[in-house]
């Protein structure tokens, strides 16, 4: 065999491997270059480099098990902030509501305690719903209390005392104050006004409604 066909023998040989060791040599870099991205974004430092990423809360969903005694504490120590918080709201808008209540006019308990005791003895709504209307107040107007004016309208032709029931209702329907005013010896063809005055604090929403009106 002469030594040109040896050497191009050789070059085909070497092409051939060439052609099989780049399909290994191109894996091999793409794998490592996979390997320094994520070295970069993982340990990236300020010195010029890529900056570094900012992880990622796992989502709660896929934590199984108990909660962790340290989150466990955290929570049941902000329940209790809650309910003191709520509590001492509640208290506040109480005491509130009493000093309110404090600069009416000093018959108003009287007639409120002979009111309810006609309230007892009445069935139904009473006889007197048409002549009670109510209007809100603004908070500002009474330190941040929840109160409604009631007028009491005489509209018979010898005097009147005036019963009314005020029912408070959260936003189910549910009452969770019930008040009571009065009014005596109004004139006929005159008006008397009383507030009700709730306890509650001014939040959450209460929805206030005439339950009762009864004149005697």
């Not at 504490?73 to 208290?91: R, T």
């Not at 309110?100 to 007639?111: L, N, P, Y």
């Not at 004016?149 to 029912?167: E, G, H, I, W």
């Amino acid at each position: 065999m002469s030594e040109s066909n040896v050497t191009g023998q050789d070059a085909a040989s070497s092409r051939t491997a060439r052609s099989r060791l780049r399909p290994v040599v191109c894996g091999v870099g793409a794998a490592l270059t996979g390997v320094l991205a994520v070295a970069s974004c993982g340990h990236g430092s300020g010195n010029g480099g890529a900056g570094t990423s900012t992880p990622t809360a796992p989502a709660t969903s896929n934590f199984s098990g108990t909660v962790p005694s340290g989150m466990s504490s955290w929570a049941e120590s902000k329940k209790a902030e809650a309910s003191a918080s709520a509590s001492a709201a509640a208290s506040s808008a109480s005491a509130r509501a009493s000093e309110f209540e404090a600069s009416v006019s000093a018959d108003t308990e009287r007639a409120r305690a002979e009111a309810q005791k006609q309230l007892a003895k009445v069935k139904g709504r009473g006889n007197a719903t048409k002549d009670v209307s109510m209007t809100g107040v603004p908070l500002s107007q009474t330190h941040n209390v929840r109160a409604l004016l009631v007028t009491m309208t005489n509209r018979t032709d010898k005097p009147a005392s005036f019963a009314v029931q005020v029912d408070f209702s959260d936003s189910h329907g549910k009452v969770v104050e019930t008040v009571v005013v009065g009014a005596q010896n109004v004139k006929p063809g005159q008006k008397a006004e009383r507030y009700a005055i709730s306890h509650k604090p001014p939040e959450p929403h209460l929805t206030a409604e005439l339950a009762k009106a009864q004149r005697y």
